[in-house]
């Protein structure tokens, strides 16, 4: 194995030991992708422009492409939410597995919606609530609700 995969399993390591002991996803990233940044570029480690006009920009226009898919996605999340379909579709399956299977209702109501046409962005925005309504009953920690969702 080369040298620079020891490099980028360490890097996918420190990642997950951050998300497991609950540091914040938007720092977590963004400081695991500067250290990234830092060992493989030592020479310019001290020179953020590129790392600033590389992922920024790019970031940027990410954003700016799939902004209404996000608002459209939490506007019929809202939907979903005040109609209680997302709610009937997890409850409908959480009677019939119980609370100790919790995470497998979330992603089995993830998979019906998904199937049935809905975005996964969309999806997000209407199940979240319900999950994290769900997680708490069975006492599991909110921040493994990404992981079902996806």
């Known amino acids: 194995m080369r040298r620079e995969n020891y490099g980028s399993i360490r890097d996918s390591f420190e990642l997950i030991s951050f998300n497991v002991h609950g540091v914040h996803g938007f720092f977590c990233y963004s400081v695991c992708a500067r250290f990234c940044f830092a060992r493989r570029c030592p020479s310019r480690s ?3 422009a590129s790392y600033t006009e590389l992922f920024m920009a790019k970031a940027v226009v990410y954003v700016k ?9 939490a506007v019929f999340g809202k939907v979903m939410e005040d109609t209680l379909l997302a709610k009937g579709i997890s409850h409908a399956i959480m009677e ?3 609370h100790k299977h919790a995470v497998l209702a979330i992603v089995l109501s993830c998979a019906i919606l998904t199937y049935g046409g809905v975005s996964l962005f969309v ?4 199940v979240y609530p319900f999950a994290a309504a769900l997680f708490k009953e069975a006492n599991i920690p909110k921040r493994l609700i990404p992981g079902c969702v996806a």
């Open 123 to 126: 999806v997000v925005f209407a």
């Open 96 to 98: 019939k597995l119980g």
């Open 65 to 73: 492409a799939f902004f209404p898919v996000f608002m459209l996605g």
């Open 46 to 48: 001290s020179d953020h």
